[in-house]
């Protein structure tokens, strides 16, 4: 009989695996390499987008516990608390209302003056720098929703107007009378304050006020064109 004998694979077949096994692997690596680095971007991108805020928030926190270490807050009903501040001895107490937006800072360089010649108070209207935000009372209620249609809704000047007059009176009781002075939206809660309670007003100063109806539509039936309010940009 003729041996038969074992004839292993050829080298061409041999080669040909072997180069596909290669592309394989190298397809292999470089689509984990790709994973990895997608992987790592993301990584990247999440530290640098919610570490900063994170960190930011907390230093804001310890700042506002240092700063709040030594303040009084008044609370005014509701459990709502402002700051309110007073230096200096005399008459008349001058009350000085920040602008547009701004806190009790703005005016640190003019409270530091006029005490060294009388009483000068400054706070910080509801939901800015040290005091609360104005709490929402429920109008179903039938003593919260009276008590919300006399001091007005939230935000607006009526409401300032009652916070301001709430603290000087009743929670940190302030000698009449007053020299009111404010700036931009502190004008305008001076001037209504001073509508309403004249009684506590010696003298009121206004910057740069603003007016109730600066939103309001200025066309008449004579403004053909309906002239936009100038007073908006």
Known sequence: MTELRKRGPSSKLVKAF???????????????????????????????????????????????????ADLTLYDIGFGQKMFFNCSGSGKPTVILDAPTGMTSDSWVLGQSELAKLTRVCVYDRAGLGFSDAPPKLNISDPGEGAVARTLGQEGTAMRMVNDLHRIVTFSFPQERPFVLVGSELGGLVARMYTHLHPQDIDH????????ETLFDDVNNKNDLEKTDNPWIS
């Open 18 to 68: 072997q180069a596909k096994k290669a592309v394989k692997e190298a397809n292999t690596h470089n689509g984990n390499s790709v994973h990895n680095k997608l992987g790592n971007l993301f990584q990247i991108v999440m530290f640098v987008i919610v570490v900063p805020p994170m960190l930011n928030y907390a230093g804001l926190q310890k700042e506002r516990e240092f700063l709040m």
């Open 204 to 211: 009121l100063v206004m910057i740069d006020p603003i007016s």
